[in-house]
C-alpha cells in the first residue's frame, strides 16, 4: 500500500527472506512509560492510528517500553490486515523467561505473532553462556511461530561472535543506536559479512540533539538540494546504505514530512561525505554508562 505522498516505503529483506521496510514508527523514547499498569495512553494510541493512516505499517515496541498494549489497540482500531503490518517487540525485563515473556508480549499487542523479535541488549549477561542460552531460548520462540524472525539489540561484535557460536539459526537483525556520529567503526562491515540487518534508532540525532557539529552545512545543503528537511536526509542517509531507521513523532504534518523520504535517493557520493563528516564528531545518546566517553564501537 503507498503512503499519502504515493510510493511506498522500501522494504529490504532479512537474511530468512522477510521483506522489512526500511522505516520504523518506533514507541520507545518520547512514549515510554515508567511503569505497565492499566493506564493506556490515548495520545499513543492515536499516534499510531495516523502512523498507519499514512503508510507507517513498521511499528516497533518493546517490553521494557510499556507501550505494547496502545500498539496493539491501535492495530486493532485501525482495522489494518495483519499481513500488511510488521510488528518489532524486544525483550530484557524478562529475559530470564523468553518463553513467558513472548506469551505476555503477544497477549499485550493482541497477536498471534510478531514479526520479528529482539533481545533488547547483551549486558543482562555475565558471560557467553549467558547470551548463547538466551538466544536458544529466543530460537525455540521462532521454532514454536511465535516470532517470524528474530534478532537482536545493542550488541557489539564480541556479542555477536558468542551468539553466532553456538546459533543454529543466525540473528536476522542488530538494531543499534546509529547515525553519522555513531558509525561503530567495524561493526556494521562485520555485520553485512554475517548477513545480519542493521537497524538504526536515534537515526536523526545527527540533525537534532547532537548539533552543532560538522554534518551541519551538508545536511542543510542537501536538505535545499532535495527539497526536504534535514531529518530526513538522515533517514535517507540510512535507507541508502540498507539501513532500516527507527524514528517517532507526535505530530501528524512531521510524520508526513517524514515520508518524504520515499521521494528521492542520495548520490553515492553524499552518503560518502556524510560518513566522512560524522568520523569528525563522537556523540552516543544512550548507554553511556557503558562506554568509554570516547569509544565508538
Known amino acids: 500500500m503507498a503512503n499519502i505522498l504515493g510510493a511506498e516505503i522500501p522494504s529490504t529483506e532479512l537474511s530468512d527472506g522477510t521483506k522489512i521496510p526500511l522505516i520504523g514508527y518506533g514507541t520507545g523514547t518520547t512514549w515510554y512509560k515508567r511503569s505497565d499498569d492499566s493506564?493506556?495512553?490515548?495520545?499513543?494510541?492515536?499516534?499510531?492510528?495516523?502512523?498507519?493512516?499514512?503508510?507507517?505499517?513498521?511499528?516497533?515496541?518493546?517490553?521494557?517500553?510499556?507501550?505494547?498494549?496502545?500498539?496493539?489497540?491501535?492495530?486493532?482500531?485501525s482495522r489494518i490486515s495483519r499481513e500488511k503490518l510488521f510488528i518489532t517487540t524486544k525483550v530484557i525485563t524478562n529475559i530470564k523467561n523468553i518463553e513467558k515473556a513472548?506469551?505476555?508480549?503477544?497477549?499485550?499487542?493482541?497477536?498471534?505473532y510478531v514479526d520479528s523479535y529482539l533481545i533488547h541488549s547483551p549486558f543482562f549477561a555475565s558471560s557467553d553462556a549467558d547470551l548463547q542460552s538466551a538466544w536458544a531460548a529466543m530460537e525455540a520462540v521462532k521454532d514454536s511461530g511465535k516470532a517470524r524472525s528474530i534478532g537482536v539489540s545493542n550488541y557489539l561484535q564480541k556479542h555477536l561472535e558468542a551468539t553466532l557460536a553456538t546459533a543454529r539459526t543466525s540473528p536476522t537483525i542488530n538494531q543499534i543506536e546509529y547515525h553519522p556520529y555513531l558509525q561503530h567503526g567495524d561493526l556494521v562491515p562485520y555485520m553485512k559479512s554475517k548477513n545480519i540487518v542493521?537497524?538504526?534508532?536515534?537515526?536523526?540525532?545527527?540533525?537534532?540533539?547532537?548539533?552543532?557539529?560538522?554534518?551541519?552545512?551538508?545536511?542543510?545543503?542537501?536538505?535545499?538540494?532535495?527539497?526536504?528537511?534535514?531529518?530526513?536526509?538522515?533517514?535517507?542517509?540510512?535507507?541508502?546504505?540498507?539501513?532500516v531507521a527507527i524514528t517517532t513523532s507526535g505530530k501528524e504534518q512531521r510524520?508526513?514530512?517524514?515520508?518524504?523520504?520515499?521521494?528521492?535517493?542520495?548520490?553515492?557520493?553524499?552518503?560518502?561525505?556524510?560518513?566522512d563528516a560524522g568520523l569528525l564528531k563522537h556523540f552516543r545518546g544512550f548507554w553511556q554508562a557503558k562506554f568509554d566517553e570516547d569509544d565508538r564501537s
Not at 47 to 74: C, R, W
Not at 102 to 112: A, C, R, V, W, Y
Not at 207 to 229: F, H, I, Q, R, S
Open 255 to 275: 510524520l508526513s514530512d517524514m515520508l518524504r523520504t520515499t521521494t528521492f535517493k542520495m548520490t553515492p557520493k553524499e552518503v560518502r561525505d556524510v560518513s
Open 198 to 243: 542493521v537497524s538504526a534508532y536515534a537515526p536523526l540525532t545527527a540533525a537534532t540533539k547532537a548539533k552543532p557539529g560538522p554534518c551541519d552545512t551538508l545536511l542543510e545543503a542537501l536538505a535545499n538540494k532535495y527539497y526536504v528537511g534535514e531529518g530526513e536526509i538522515a533517514l535517507r542517509w540510512c535507507m541508502d546504505q540498507g539501513i
Open 39 to 77: 493506564t493506556i495512553d490515548r495520545t499513543l494510541v492515536d499516534s499510531i492510528k495516523t502512523a498507519l493512516k499514512l503508510g507507517y505499517f513498521h511499528l516497533d515496541a518493546a517490553e521494557v517500553y510499556n507501550t505494547e498494549k496502545e500498539v496493539g489497540i491501535a492495530i486493532k482500531e
Open 102 to 112: 513472548i506469551d505476555t508480549s503477544l497477549e499485550k499487542l493482541q497477536l498471534d
